[in-house]
């Protein structure tokens, strides 16, 4: 009796396939593809999703803004020096969104954050901030 059941509910209803709503759960026939009920439905779930990216875009820009804050109060010199516990105590955030760069000297790889580089590999438990010269800046 099951499996005449299972059969059953895979077979198309003379309204159209049986489906799930993405967005309410509500059980609802219609084509093939169809993954919401009606379209208050289908707007409600795509207005969710791009609130929830605009949301995770302006968390990202924040971080960006604020890292570049922390290495702008920071930095003194020409490579300077910070600890790096010190500068996680302020808030940095190494997960942040980064453009890669590497050192044309040595080829080791650098952060950059806006107007700053940043690199914590050269010395351990440092991190050395270097300031972008305007025209290498500018160009990218």
């Known amino acids: 009796m099951l499996v005449e059941e299972q059969i059953e509910s895979e077979r198309p209803h003379p309204n159209g396939y049986k489906h799930t709503c993405l967005n309410c759960g509500k ?5 093939k ?6 379209n208050a439905c289908k707007i409600f779930l795509n207005n969710k999703k791009a609130s929830e990216r605009r949301d995770r875009i302006s968390k990202q820009i924040n971080t960006y803004s604020k890292n570049e804050d922390i290495l702008h109060r920071n930095y003194r010199i020409w490579d300077t020096e910070i600890d790096i516990d010190y500068i996680r105590i302020m808030g940095f955030d190494f997960r942040g969104p980064y453009k890669v760069t590497k050192d044309e000297y040595d080829g080791a790889v650098w952060y950059q954050v806006g107007h700053y580089i940043y690199n914590t590999t050269r010395k351990k438990g440092k991190m050395i ?3 972008l010269e305007e025209t290498q800046h500018d160009n990218n």
């Not at 059980?27 to 084509?31: A, D, K, L, S």
């Not at 593809?33 to 009606?38: L, V």
């Open 27 to 31: 059980i609802f026939y219609g084509r």
């Open 33 to 38: 593809n169809r993954q919401y009920c009606s």
């Open 129 to 131: 901030i270097r300031k």
